[in-house]
Structure formats: C-alpha cells, structure tokens
C-alpha cells in the first residue's frame, strides 16, 4: 500500500478519500484521523463538546464540529464510529441513508495496518503502557514505527503517528470484540481477566476471544504473553502447538525473559532481565517492569539488540494519566490514574504505597488519598466488593458516582455500593456531586500526603482543581 493511498482491501473495500468521524476528540478516533491526514486522506468529524484534540486535529487540516448534525458529512465517502455511537446518531442516519460505506473504528485502523508488520498489544491491564513503551523503544532505535495507543504520551502528547518504518505498533481493545479484526504479525498478550460482562456475559467468553484473537496471527508470526497469568500460559501453549514462535515473560521461573530483583526506586524502579541485564524505568510499580520485559520480548523478535532497548525504555517518561504526576501544593502532591477495574486500583495503589514507604525512610511519611469514580453501572454492578478492597490499600478513599458512559443508570447502582465495600479502618467519604469533590479532598489532605485520582471518566478533570484549592 502506497503512503499516500487511502486504505481500502479487505476491510475497506474501495480507497478512502474523504472519511467522517463521528466523535472525533476520543484517544482511539483521534489517533486514527491523525494518520489519515499524515496519509493525504480528507478528514472530517464532530464531537460533542470542544477541546483540544479539536482544534489540534484543525490545525492538521481537518474540518471539525461541535455537536451533531446531518449536514456535518459533506462529500464523506466513508463514516467512522466506535460502539459507543447509537444508531440514532443524526450523522449515522444519515450515513446509512446515504448508503454510505460506515466502518467501525477497528476496521478502520486495521486497514491502516495494511502493508505493515502489524504488532496488536493486547490484555485486560496493561496493554497502553506496554504499547506506550514499545513505540519509544522503537522510536529510539531508529525504527519510526507507525503507531496507534490508546492513550498520550507524556514526551509529545501524541497517541498516533504515521512512520516511515514498515512496524505497525497497535493497542488492541478487547472491549467489544473489536481486536478480533486485527491480523498481527506479532500479537501481545499482558493477562486476561473478567471484564467487560456487559458484552460478553461470562468470563469463559472473554477467554475464547482472546484464543481467537492469538488464532489471528499468521503463519510465521509470534505471541508474547506473560508466564505469570494462567490464561496467557494456555494461549501460549497453544500457539506453540500452531507452529508460532512464543515468548513468554514475567516472575515465574520457566518465564523466557524472567523478571527478577525489582525494587523502587522513587517514582521509578530498577529490576533486571535473566540472562540480560538490568533496566531501570522513570514510572513506579512492579507492573510496569512487567510491561516493559513484554515490550522487550517484541523488540528481540524485531531484531533489535538489548543496549538500544534498554536505552529506550529509561527514556520513557510514561503515558498520560498512567500514573501521571499532575503537581504538588500545599505539601500534597496530586496524581491521576486510568485504572478503573480492581485489579488495576489494587497495582497502582500498592505502586503508591511502595513510593510512600521510601519517603517514610526519609522523614516525608504521609498518606495516601485515593479519589475513585467508577466507571459504568455494569462494572460498578459486578466488582462492587473487589473495588471496596483495592481501596483499602489506601488510607483515605473519596468514592464519586458512577460515570455511566454509554449506559443509562441502573435502579440500586450508585457509588455507594463501593464505598460501603471499603474495609473498616480506611476512612471513607462518598461525594456524588462531582463540583463538590475538591473541596472535599483539599479538606481530607494534609501536608506529605499524596493523593490520587482514579478511573475511566471525567474524574481526570480533577486534579489540577485540588491543586488549585491545596494552593
């Protein structure tokens, strides 16, 4: 596929000339617009509120909206939507009136791949940072990969980019199935665990999606998959019995890359590869070790040598809201989280218990605040309890209502749910009115403590209001 060319093939039929996104400000959709204008492609879409991925995407030569209309298509041969778009979207109507040809933003992104060594990183947790870090590396080694994470990094605020390189470097949602339209030269799998039930139902279903998507990679092709998750050790046994080359990675003792000697290191760690070396990160928690081994787990099988790698993962900086440090006033410092499933609260919060530890060491022992907003009713439904025990890790915990997203409230499915689930002895405060949630937490905060924000929705908006009201 030419540089240039509008993808087209198996998963877009004819070339794209002029696609339309519906919700255009989202990390995925946006990603996959910037490298359709890197690529020539004409690019429209609208978004229900303003910001800056907008205007940003303006500044490329895209024509965006604020609000939804039928108008907003213009000649668009194609239309572009995530699952989170109803079908009663005006724009979407309006596309299948025309009989225009609407592709799900995993279809579109999949036909960018074309032509490229695709890598789909994959996984219940950690599948952002671990793409994150295998694009730097990448990157460092002169590779110029194209790319396409779920999220920004913190170096260039960027979660897409077209390369000159013939890598393609993708996050693979599993959320809806959606990873399933992937065809990997290399697929990644971090762990697998029960999410998303609102889709798929049982966690058995979420398993078979996940043996489908590694079925996927094509002869010749490689699965890195972590030794530690009983899942991936299953996927890997199986794509060795295809014929596929597998690595594996993590603390277990038969772990082709096996992780050994973690300790932090302030907001970063030191651990070492067996038969390796040793790697040092700037971001905290032993998960992440995990994700980087993973990411040098591809990068062998890219051809890139230790050093180089080595070299590319102390220069991560991170990804935004992974753990991202937002400021510090008043002697607390804020930061802010994606994690918005138990078993991400419970590795973030014990990544933060570890970084406070080492300041006790120092005299500069404090607290830790932890600002939860659950994310969605079905999750919120499920995991009510696990989430009440991952925040009791901490020492404060501020439960908010739900971010319901795409889901329309439940009878009975409040916040409250998890905050009566935190253990005894962790104070806990529920706050259901979001504008009310700074005042709480710069009242709850004293000097040395650290607090964080946690989850998928607009709680991330908060941490530079409790630095304003710490200040």
Known sequence: MSRAAGPGGENGGEAIKHAHFIAIGGAGMSGIARIMLRRGIAVSGSDARDSEMLAHLASLGAEVFVGHAAEHLGDADTVVVSTAIREDNPELQAARERGLRVLHRS????????????????GTHGKTTTTSMLTVVLQHAGADPAYCIGGQLVTTGLGA????????VAEADESDGSFLRYRPHIAVVTNVEADHLDNYGAFEQVKENFARFVERVGPGGALVASADDPVARELADGARGRGLTVLTYGEAADADLRVTGFSPRGLGSRFEIEGLGELTLGVPGRHYAHNATAAVAVAQLLGHDFATVREGLASFTGSMRRLERKGEAGGVQVFDSYAHHPTELTADLRATRDYVGQLAAEGRAGRIVAVFQPHLYSRTRFFAAEFGQALGLADVAVVLDV?????DPEPGVSGRLIADAVPDGTRVEYVPVWDEVPAVVAGLARPGDLVITLGAGDVTALGPLILARLG
Do not use: P, S
């Not at 980019?161 to 393609?168: A, I, L």
């Open 107 to 122: 279809e579109a992104l999949a036909a960018l791949m074309t032509g490229r060594r695709a890598v789909a990183v994959a």
């Open 161 to 168: 980019d077209d390369g000159t390189g013939d890598v393609f």
């Open 403 to 407: 971010y319901g997203a795409r889901e």
